[in-house]
T-cell receptor
Framework: SQTIHQWPATLVQPVGSPLSLECTVEGTSNPNLYWYRQAAGRGLQLLFYSVGIGQISSEVPQNLSASRPQDRQFILSSKKLLLSDSGFYLC???????????FGQGTRLTVV | QKEVEQNSGPLSVPEGAIASLNCTYSDRGSQSFFWYRQYSGKSPELIMFIYSNGDKEDGRFTAQLNKASQYVSLLIRDSQPSDSATYLCAVRGSYIPTFGRGTSLIVHP
């Protein structure tokens, strides 16, 4: 079965500090990978997606960046966090373009 | 821009009743349709998928798809308090799954 490991579960960071969130995938190779952000009571906002190593597409211009250094590793980063970066960050993967996306446990980020 | 629309709710139903959740989508090229359940503070989990027009049943859940009307629905029979959650509709036709904002369901005893 396919599994996404995402960590940490919760994170409190001061404004202006850097960020690195990592997720790894098990059970499938060459997956499509996604980073979503969910504000409280809101829907899923797609931030980045990747169809292969080193291939990153950005959906929303902002303070964040993503990288995919290995087939099953997807990293979300920021050099300087803003208060507006607070939210619930979800890494997701899908084996192809038609099957379901499966999610990691999510990271609750609070920027203070 | 591809859109998936859901009524945000909350939809409140008594225990044992049928809950009906609806979703419309804008991209006629969408080929796969999914329903996720998300409990507060947790990540979404897949509960149903449907690819063809018609109904698909799995236990207490039935997904219904009408591609001509661009409409997907989820029926939950014999609703339980543990079904109280936000239900997300998602569609795929390309690399990117597009999600609705979700419908909050409350099942009261």
């Amino acid at each position: 079965s396919q599994t996404i490991h995402q960590w940490p579960a919760t994170l409190v960071q001061p404004v202006g500090s850097p960020l690195s969130l990592e997720c790894t995938v098990e059970g499938t190779s060459n997956p499509n990978l996604y980073w979503y952000r969910q504000a409280a009571g809101r829907g899923l906002q797609l931030l980045f997606y990747s169809v292969g190593i080193g291939q990153i597409s950005s959906e929303v211009p902002q303070n964040l960046s993503a990288s995919r250094p290995q087939d099953r590793q997807f990293i979300l980063s920021s050099k300087k966090l803003l208060l507006s970066d607070s939210g619930f960050y979800l890494c997701a993967g899908a084996p192809d373009t038609h099957t379901e996306a499966f999610f990691g446990q999510g990271t609750r980020l609070t920027v203070v | 821009q591809k859109e998936v629309e859901q009524n945000s709710g909350p939809l409140s139903v008594p225990e044992g009743a049928i809950a009906s959740l609806n979703c419309t989508y804008s991209d006629r090229g969408s080929q796969s349709f999914f329903w996720y359940r998300q409990y507060s503070g947790k990540s979404p989990e897949l509960i149903m998928f449907i690819y063809s027009n018609g109904d698909k049943e799995d236990g207490r859940f039935t997904a219904q798809l009408n591609k001509a009307s661009q409409y997907v629905s989820l029926l939950i029979r014999d609703s339980q308090p543990s079904d109280s959650a936000t239900y997300l509709c998602a569609v795929r036709g390309s690399y990117i799954p597009t999600f609705g904002r979700g419908t909050s369901l409350i099942v009261h005893p």
